[in-house]
């Protein structure tokens, strides 16, 4: 299941049956699975909210990703087919699925040669195709295999932000006061290192430890506060020297970052006072460095690939 906050989205499994039923509704019939769509959501009484939420890449809602998938294994078990491009049918396979009154799942498709050998397909010939054909439809039946790939790259990065706060903490502080600079640079303020940021001068910064241009022609500056701190919450009267340290240089922006986090009282403060004050907290952090490329490197580029349908096109 996807949990959020309160709705969920079940798992392409529960769409095999409601599929299976739609289709026999409208037996012998084939139809594009954008048709009926709608038909099965309402068998599995989805809420407006769940038909809303979309995967990560946000390409497909939940529900016609999960429910895509769904079909892909029932015309892989051969309880569906498709006559021409996108369009599909119950086959009589199908129809005796439902007569039957089980369950259909993963389980129940184990049942067909066709789907075993789909879900045990390797370039690895070493390994006899029927030793592991249990475990690999059983392991991780609730995700399709993008969603899959979402899981394993999620949890790659979050191994990959503990390993980058380790070092930011390990580093010298002028250090981190440089990289909150190349942080801002790499989002897009300024320009160059040379010309749009700043680290100040540390030990005679008073509470500045960066400037940065909002813009190339350096109209207005961004006044930056690092504090690499492990156990430590950030609380307001830090927040309240920062915003003291901006009047000194009469500037009305500000980003505060930390390794650490940011106490409730400090969050309300900057939501109260005139100045705008960004805080940026260690999760963050990790999370934009992440998503500018900095302090990181492309380890492995995987490529998932998809029919390009207008090749297969005839005139």
């Keep these: 299941m996807l949990a959020k906050g309160n709705m969920t989205v079940p798992n392409y499994q529960a769409f095999m049956q409601p599929l299976l039923q739609v289709l026999k509704l409208h037996y012998p ?29 946000g390409k497909q809602t939940y529900a016609y ?17 498709q006559p021409k491009r996108a369009f599909c049918k119950i086959t009589q396979k199908g129809l005796v699925a439902i007569e039957s009154g089980e369950p259909i799942n993963n389980q129940y498709l184990s049942k067909f040669a066709a789907f075993i050998d789909f879900k045990t397909r390797s370039k690895d010939e070493s390994e ?26 999620d949890t790659l990065n979050t191994n990959l932000t503990d390993e980058i706060l380790k070092a930011i903490l390990a580093a010298s502080p002028v250090f981190f006061e440089n990289l909150v600079v190349d942080l801002m640079l790499a989002m897009g303020y300024g320009g160059s290192r040379k010309d749009a940021g700043q680290a100040t001068q540390y030990t ?31 609380g307001r009267p830090d ?13 009305k922006k500000g980003v505060f970052i930390t390794t650490s986090s940011f106490s409730k009282d400090a969050l309300e403060y900057v ?33 998932v690939k998809a029919l390009d349908s207008d090749y297969f096109m005839e005139d």
């Design 239 to 251: 927040i309240q020297a920062f915003a003291g340290a901006l009047d000194m240089h009469r500037a």
């Design 65 to 81: 990703h999960r429910l895509g998938w769904a079909k892909t294994y029932l015309v892989q078990a051969g309880l569906i087919e």
């Design 128 to 153: 006899p195709a029927q030793a592991n054909s249990t475990s690999i439809v059983s392991n991780n039946s609730d995700k399709t295999p993008e969603e899959l790939i979402e899981a394993a790259i």
């Design 204 to 234: 005679q910064d008073g509470g500045i430890d960066g400037v940065i241009k909002e813009d190339k022609l350096g109209l207005e500056m961004i006044y930056l506060q690092a504090k690499r701190y492990t156990n430590k919450t950030v």
């Design 271 to 303: 939501s109260m006072i005139e100045k705008r004050i960004v805080l940026v907290d260690g999760a963050q952090l990790t999370e934009l460095m992440l998503t500018h490329n900095l302090g990181v490197s492309t380890k492995h580029i995987f490529e």
């Design 29 to 57: 019939q084939s139809l594009k699975l954008s048709e009926i769509d709608s038909q099965v959501y309402s068998l599995l009484q989805l809420t407006v909210q769940e038909l809303k939420q979309r995967i990560p890449s």
